[in-house]
């Protein structure tokens, strides 16, 4: 063999990847599915392995396979804790890193054994967490966004100064606002963060701001704490641009403990072929969460963008269902809401949403400190069961 | 106005993004352009914005717009220079961020300003260094992975030696090969590091290994260091799974100057939908390029792969293409290579090409030396002309 045989002690527990795959018949999809059994861990043909631990258990294992319909089939893969060695970025490699360039395949859910959640921390904060943070039991939160581009971070602490006396729960940087020289990340963070504070103080109501720290790789964690220290009240990550892990990285380390937002940009082109990529629950429900973000920000149905309400339903159910002691984190649905939206957003998602209104709060009037009261107001009332 | 009215004192520099569109008519298709030239920007309504620099200049622009068939239509949208604040994060972001998610929309190609590459350094070595690197004037490059995930550190040295002692120019780790148990990332580097430089001067070949340095986002640095110092010739990074800007940061680094292979590893989804998502030349042509690695691995048309011909071609082109100050790099097919498939990879690819060929080796014939020599002297053969 060209291959030595090799015996290895390994523990025996294994996650599963559920692969949706299409094909002219059953046999070709089977055919698939044990080629991805191979592509995504020894990436070798079976004929030339020994007979031996890599063979039997490092290799993928095919656990089910269904015939959904017509030419649909769906294969539960199962791989080896060990396969990981603890990292995320290989955990995305196992689930789909070669696989993704490959005909046909989609990945539908990660079903994660306790064993691969143990070793990930997952959200400091989570939905319960950034109520106790903002002081709302019940309700939905309010989240708005800094913009445009363009305007200086002095007229952005304007905006942002309005929004907290407005009463608007988490006040974002549009995932725009990077390190332009109109508005300097630091400067406009550190305006923008007392603005918050002083609005907030003034009406009473308890606001945070959450400036976008996206940017290079060896600056994320710098802003990160540089926003902390200028009291900022959480963070926002896009991971399509950063990558995931340095979110997971952010979220593991106890001198930060801020929450983090997770911002979807970039992350579109994944999940927009209907039988390729991954679906939206995967990249937008069980990886942020898994990383580590208190919130994840998504596209709402019905708006301008392409997710539908089944799309929806999937990332609002991999936030808060069981998964280990991973804590259930918010969901963060944002584009095209109105007030008159707002009793329909309500029935869709329930009262653990936070609902992220911008152009919405903008265009709704002249007069900016009004509209946030008429929204906060609504919000109130639905939470006091007044509107439902 | 909500918004306050901005002078800003902007450069006039504009960098173009060529995006496909569909749609049922010309009508729908330009209000589709319109609509990502304020999306990709100040993601507000238009009526909102004064009649300032931000409306006349942070917006896109629409610099052409081209029906190309029924129902596909071509846009090319300019964006300020200054919307970058001179980081890539933000160049994807402002390429692709919230557009990704919107139906319909591709991004076929960036039109680069020089002052815009003028803000990368791009790759240190490109194809002329690694050459000299190898020492390999003209013939197509000859690249190998060690492999299958699961063989100890030692085992998979012991596939290294054979490969330098038998000339293949690059021996690079799978993909698949991060950090685990059976093979830790330090002991598996050194140990082949080692044997591929004992191998080489055993042979007289100039042989390098390239280790996958993919892993947390706060030991990525770590790992090519420690790469450099244990005597590898080269790193591989995936950057679907690490980020891209990690690989900029890297190959900036002057006090480490080693070439990078970038890795195609879960970008395959970003370009599997015709009509959305991204091109295979920008993903892994421009994209990599552009941040600096020296090579671009991607999957070869023909094989178990999903790249076609043309994709293929696509890539070729933006590796070579005139693109600022910023060098030709070395396009790296893979997957599925035979002996038999190389004189159509000669004609396809030209001498200015890394041919990745795994599989195709390992299963080549029981004797992994005698199979090494093989493929290379049909490329030194290729090399002198005698071939083609």
């Given at each position: 063999m060209i291959f030595p045989k090799t015996r290895l002690n390994l523990s025996g527990d294994r996650f599963t990847v559920i692969y949706r795959l299409t094909g002219s018949d059953e046999t070709e999809a089977q055919t698939k599915a044990e080629g991805i059994c191979l592509?995504?861990?020894?990436?070798?043909?079976?004929?030339?392995?020994?007979?031996?631990?890599?063979?039997?258990?490092?290799?993928?294992r095919i656990e089910s396979f269904t015939t959904l319909a017509d030419n649909h089939f769906e294969a539960a893969i199962s791989y080896a804790l060990e396969t990981l060695g603890s990292e995320l970025t290989q955990l995305l490699n196992v689930v789909f890193g070669n696989s993704s360039m490959q005909p046909c395949i989609r990945v539908e859910r990660i079903n994660f054994s306790d064993a691969l959640l143990q070793q990930f921390q997952g959200p400091r904060f989570g939905r319960a967490g950034i109520r106790k943070v903002l002081g709302v039991n019940k309700r939905p939160l309010l989240c708005t966004a800094l913009k445009p581009m363009g305007l200086s971070a002095e007229a952005l602490a304007g905006l942002a100064y309005q929004f907290a006396f407005g009463g608007i729960d988490i006040i974002k940087d549009d995932h725009g606002l990077a390190n332009q020289s109109f508005a300097p990340f630091q400067e406009r963070m550190q305006r923008c963060a007392a603005a918050v504070n002083e609005g907030s103080q003034k009406s009473g109501y308890r606001?945070?701001?959450?400036?976008?720290?996206?940017?290079?790789?060896?600056?994320?964690i710098d802003r990160a704490f540089e926003a902390k220290q200028a009291g900022a009240g959480g963070v926002m990550l896009a991971p399509g641009l950063t990558g995931l892990?340095?979110?997971?990285?952010?979220?593991?380390?106890?001198?930060?403990?801020?929450?983090i937002f997770s911002h979807p940009a970039w992350q579109g082109s994944l999940v927009s072929h209907p039988r390729q990529g991954l679906s939206h629950r995967v990249v937008f429900g069980q990886l942020p969460r898994l990383a580590g973000a208190d919130a994840t920000i998504y596209v709402n149905y019905g708006g301008r963008f392409s997710f539908s309400r089944q799309a929806c339903r999937g990332i609002v159910e991999e936030t808060g269902t069981a998964m280990g002691q991973l804590k259930p984190i918010f969901p963060t649905p944002g584009g095209g809401m109105t007030l008159a939206k707002l009793p329909e957003m309500i029935e869709f998602y329930g009262h653990d949403v936070i609902l992220l209104i911008a152009g919405g709060l903008y265009g709704h009037g002249p007069d900016l400190g009004k509209s946030c009261r008429e929204f906060r107001q609504f919000l109130e009332q639905a939470g006091t069961g007044v509107v439902q």
């Amino acid at each position: 063999m060209i291959f030595p045989k090799t015996r290895l002690n390994l523990s025996g527990d294994r996650f599963t990847v559920i692969y949706r795959l299409t094909g002219s018949d059953e046999t070709e999809a089977q055919t698939k599915a044990e080629g991805i059994c191979l592509e995504q861990t020894v990436e070798v043909p079976l004929h030339l392995l020994a007979n031996d631990t890599i063979r039997a258990d490092v290799v993928g294992r095919i656990e089910s396979f269904t015939t959904l319909a017509d030419n649909h089939f769906e294969a539960a893969i199962s791989y080896a804790l060990e396969t990981l060695g603890s990292e995320l970025t290989q955990l995305l490699n196992v689930v789909f890193g070669n696989s993704s360039m490959q005909p046909c395949i989609r990945v539908e859910r990660i079903n994660f054994s306790d064993a691969l959640l143990q070793q990930f921390q997952g959200p400091r904060f989570g939905r319960a967490g950034i109520r106790k943070v903002l002081g709302v039991n019940k309700r939905p939160l309010l989240c708005t966004a800094l913009k445009p581009m363009g305007l200086s971070a002095e007229a952005l602490a304007g905006l942002a100064y309005q929004f907290a006396f407005g009463g608007i729960d988490i006040i974002k940087d549009d995932h725009g606002l990077a390190n332009q020289s109109f508005a300097p990340f630091q400067e406009r963070m550190q305006r923008c963060a007392a603005a918050v504070n002083e609005g907030s103080q003034k009406s009473g109501y308890r606001s945070i701001y959450v400036p976008n720290i996206t940017g290079p790789a060896n600056q994320i964690i710098d802003r990160a704490f540089e926003a902390k220290q200028a009291g900022a009240g959480g963070v926002m990550l896009a991971p399509g641009l950063t990558g995931l892990d340095v979110l997971r990285q952010l979220a593991e380390d106890d001198s930060f403990a801020l929450p983090i937002f997770s911002h979807p940009a970039w992350q579109g082109s994944l999940v927009s072929h209907p039988r390729q990529g991954l679906s939206h629950r995967v990249v937008f429900g069980q990886l942020p969460r898994l990383a580590g973000a208190d919130a994840t920000i998504y596209v709402n149905y019905g708006g301008r963008f392409s997710f539908s309400r089944q799309a929806c339903r999937g990332i609002v159910e991999e936030t808060g269902t069981a998964m280990g002691q991973l804590k259930p984190i918010f969901p963060t649905p944002g584009g095209g809401m109105t007030l008159a939206k707002l009793p329909e957003m309500i029935e869709f998602y329930g009262h653990d949403v936070i609902l992220l209104i911008a152009g919405g709060l903008y265009g709704h009037g002249p007069d900016l400190g009004k509209s946030c009261r008429e929204f906060r107001q609504f919000l109130e009332q639905a939470g006091t069961g007044v509107v439902q």
